[in-house]
C-alpha cells in the first residue's frame, strides 16, 4: 500500500527545493574567483562515479526542473517580485531539515538598525518535529562590536538512544523525545580580515519525554534519572561558550581555496543543584583545496571533549556524539554517545550542470571517527567507524541552496536532504 505520507513528505521538500532555485539569482559563482573559464567535462571516471546517483536522481532532477521552469516563468512575469515587494526589504526563503522538517523562513533586512537582519523560522513536520526562531542578527554596537539576539523553541520526537561507549549496540535502542527553550545573546569582534572573536551567554531549559516512534522501547522502560543523567523534566542551563574563528577561504559559500579553523570552550551550569555542570572543549579545521580543472579536495578534522565538574554528570544529550549529519555519515543519529569524540572527513567535490545557470557539485566522501570516555587515553583503530557515499549540492550566486546526499555505514544507509539551511 502506498504511503502517503511519505509521498506528501517529499511532493513538499520537492516544491520547497524547485521554487528556491528559480527564484534565486542567475549569476553563477567562479569557484576559484580568478578570470572566467568554463568547465570542463567530467572525466570518465567522475561520470562512471556519478552514474549510480545520477540514476536515483533523475526522478528528482526531472521533477525540479518542471516545476523550477515553471517558477523561472512567474519570474520572468513579474509576479514574484510582486510577491516580494509586498513585504519591502524583506522576503519568505523555504526551508526543510530532517529534525525539524518543512517551513520558512522569513528575513527583514536593516531592521531597526542598518545592516542588522531580523531572521525569523518556523518549521513542523507529521511527526510533531517543530522549530520557531527569531534571531536578531549583527546588531551594530559600535567600537566594531555586534551582537546576536536569539530565542527558540524546538520539540525533537522519536530521537534515539543506543547506550553510551564506542561498543554500544544497536539491539539497545531505545527512542525519547526533547523539548528545549533556548535565550542566547552573542558578541563579536573581528579582530582581523581572517579572525572573529565571540563571547556567548545563555539560559537553555531541556526537558526529556518517552519517544513517538511506536517501534523501540520508550527511554524510562530501561533507565530512570539516577542511572542516565539528564533524563528528567525542565533541566536548566545556563551556558557561556568563547569561541575564535579563522576563515581565509575565497567565497563564503562555494569555497574552493582556503581553510576553515574554530576553537570554542563551553561551561554549562546546572541552575537548579549543580548536578549537571560540565565543560566543553572542541576543535574544527577544515581545508579546501583546489586541484584542477574546478576539481575541490576539502579535508577536515574535528575533535570535542566533555569534562563533568566534581560531583556532577554530563546529561547524556549533551554527550559528544557520533551519526549526526556533522559527523560521521551513514549512522543513525546519536548512534555512539561518550564524552570525547574525534573525527574526520574527506570530500571530492566536482561541478555538474543543470539548466539557467546554477552551478551545481557532484561529492564524494568518506568519513571516520569514534567515541571515547578519554579520547587522549582510550584512541584506538578498532574503534573507529567508517561512512562513505556522494551526493549533490547545489548553490545560487550567494549561497548554498541545498544538499542531497545517501551515506553508507556497516550498519545502513541514510538519506539527507536539507534546503537553506547549513
Not at 5 to 12: K, Y
Not at 219 to 227: F, G
Amino acid at each position: 500500500m502506498v504511503n502517503l505520507i511519505g509521498l506528501r513528505h517529499w511532493a513538499v521538500v520537492f516544491l520547497l527545493f524547485a521554487v528556491q532555485l528559480a527564484t534565486a539569482s542567475q549569476t553563477p559563482v567562479d569557484s576559484t574567483q580568478s578570470k572566467p573559464k568554463p568547465y570542463s567535462a567530467n572525466s570518465t571516471l567522475e561520470r562512471v562515479v556519478s552514474f549510480p546517483g545520477q540514476l536515483a536522481y533523475a526522478p528528482v532532477r526531472y521533477t525540479v526542473l518542471g516545476l523550477g521552469y515553471a517558477g523561472v516563468y512567474l519570474v520572468e512575469k513579474g509576479v514574484v517580485h510582486k510577491i516580494v515587494s509586498v513585504v519591502g526589504g524583506a522576503g519568505f526563503t523555504p526551508v526543510y531539515a530532517p529534525r525539524t522538517g518543512a517551513g520558512l523562513r522569513f528575513t527583514k533586512l536593516n531592521c531597526f538598525t542598518k545592516d542588522a537582519d531580523l531572521v525569523t523560522t518556523a518549521s513542523s513536520w507529521v511527526d510533531s518535529r517543530q522549530l520557531f526562531s527569531i534571531d536578531w542578527s549583527r546588531v551594530p554596537l559600535g567600537a566594531g562590536f555586534k551582537s546576536d539576539f536569539i530565542v527558540r523553541y524546538r520539540s525533537l520526537t522519536g530521537e534515539a538512544f543506543y547506550g553510551l561507549g564506542p561498543e554500544s549496540q544497536l539491539e539497545n535502542k531505545v527512542s525519547y523525545s526533547e523539548e528545549d527553550v533556548l535565550i542566547e545573546v552573542s558578541l563579536h569582534k573581528r579582530l582581523n580580515r581572517f579572525f572573529r572573536a565571540s563571547l556567548s551567554v545563555g539560559i537553555s531549559n531541556t526537558s526529556i519525554f518517552d519517544g513517538r516512534n511506536g517501534i523501540s522501547p520508550i527511554i524510562t522502560e530501561v533507565y530512570s534519572d539516577s542511572t542516565l543523567p539528564g533524563l528528567k523534566d525542565k533541566n536548566r542551563f545556563q551556558g557561556t561558550e568563547f569561541s575564535l574563528r579563522y576563515d581565509n577561504t575565497n567565497d563564503l559559500a562555494h569555497p574552493t581555496v582556503g581553510r576553515i579553523g574554530k576553537i570554542a570552550a563551553e561551561f554549562y551550569n546546572d541552575v537548579h543543584n549543580d548536578d549537571l555542570s560540565f565543560w566543553k572543549a572542541g576543535l574544527d579545521l577544515t581545508q579546501h583545496t583546489h586541484l584542477f580543472n574546478d576539481r575541490t579536495l576539502v579535508l577536515r578534522g574535528a575533535g570535542e571533549m566533555t569534562q563533568a565538574l566534581e560531583g556532577s554528570a554530563i546529561p547524556f544529550y549533551h554527550m559528544a556524539e557520533v551519526g549526526s549529519y556533522g559527523t560521521v555519515r551513514g549512522f543513525t543519529r546519536g548512534r555512539y554517545r561518550d564524552n570525547d569524540y574525534l573525527i574526520g572527513t574527506a570530500e571530492y567535490r566536482y561541478p555538474v550542470w543543470i539548466p539557467w545557470a546554477k552551478i551545481v557539485d557532484a561529492v564524494v566522501f568518506v568519513d571516520g571517527g569514534q567515541v571515547a570516555h578519554d579520547i587522549l587515553k582510550d584512541a584506538t583503530f578498532a574503534d573507529w567507524q567508517i561512512g562513505y557515499g556522494g551526493g549533490f549540492r547545489f548553490y545560487n550566486a550567494t549561497n548554498l541552496i541545498a544538499k542531497t546526499e545517501i551515506a553508507f555505514s556497516k550498519e545502513s544507509f541514510r538519506f539527507y536532504f536539507t534546503l537553506n539551511t547549513p
